[in-house]
């Protein structure tokens, strides 16, 4: 399995402001994930984190609204740019562990955002 | 295109009674299924997988599910609910090709137990 930490775990941001996720794992991993799951919704997936060059962004995501960084293959950071109310949701971080870790998504604990 | 389906936004059940949460999925292939639980303000963990093999697969908790093909059913059970079970549990779908593709997240079915 593996171990996700984020931080922060919640916040209240101005509305106009950007906040960084922090996303650590306890071991490498070649695949990393951002989520968003917005009030009362699923889960829908932002972009792959990619180590070393750019994420790859789902329909909908783009990189001006949600940069991403992957520095090496236990840490990431989602940025949310620009903050509206629309943008209070739960974001998670996920990796992909594969053979060795069962074929199996993990999830962090999440950061609530509210923007007000 | 896969998708997931989970037909009942909320269940109630009493405490000790038997539990069924339905999922549906669409994949044209052999899927891999998930189902994942989410308690108030945590994130999500992991109950139970099915990739291959036996189609009923056991998971944490007291939970079980059960793989059929012929209903692309993935139907989560367990025998008598506790009150720590009330969550939200998800079901998710992907392509069982051997490493990661990407997940499809049902839009989950929240639990409430009352005693």
């Known amino acids: 399995s593996a171990v996700i930490s984020q931080k922060p775990s919640r916040d209240i941001c101005q509305r106009g402001t950007s906040l960084t996720i922090q996303c650590q794992v306890d071991?490498?991993?070649?695949?990393m994930f951002w989520y968003r799951q917005q009030p009362g919704q699923s889960l829908t997936l932002i972009a792959t984190a990619n180590q070393g060059s750019e994420a790859t962004y789902e329909s909908g995501f783009v990189i001006d609204k949600f940069p991403i960084s992957r520095p090496n293959l236990t840490f990431s950071t989602l940025t949310v740019s620009n903050m509206s109310p629309e943008d209070s949701s739960i974001y998670l971080c996920?990796?992909?562990?594969?053979?060795?870790?069962?074929?199996?998504?993990?999830f962090g604990e999440g950061s609530w955002l509210t923007v007000v | 295109a896969q998708s997931v389906t989970q037909p009942d936004i909320h269940i109630t059940v009493s405490e000790g009674a038997s539990l069924e949460l339905r999922c549906n999925y669409s994949y044209g292939a052999t899927p891999y299924l998930f189902w994942y639980v989410q308690s108030p303000g945590q994130g999500l963990q992991l109950l139970l997988k099915y990739f291959s093999g036996d189609t009923l697969v056991q998971g944490i908790k007291g939970f079980e599910a059960e793989f059929k093909r012929s209903q692309s059913s993935f139907n989560l059970r367990k025998p008598s609910v506790h009150w720590s079970d009330a969550a939200e549990y998800f079901c998710?779908?992907?392509?069982?090709?051997?490493?990661?593709?990407?997940?499809?997240f049902g839009i989950g079915t929240k639990l409430q137990v009352i005693p």
């Open positions: 998710a779908v992907g392509p069982n090709s051997g490493g990661y593709q990407k997940v499809t």
């Open positions: 996920s990796v992909w562990a594969g053979v060795g870790g069962g074929n199996t998504i993990y």
């Open positions: 071991s490498q991993v070649t695949m």
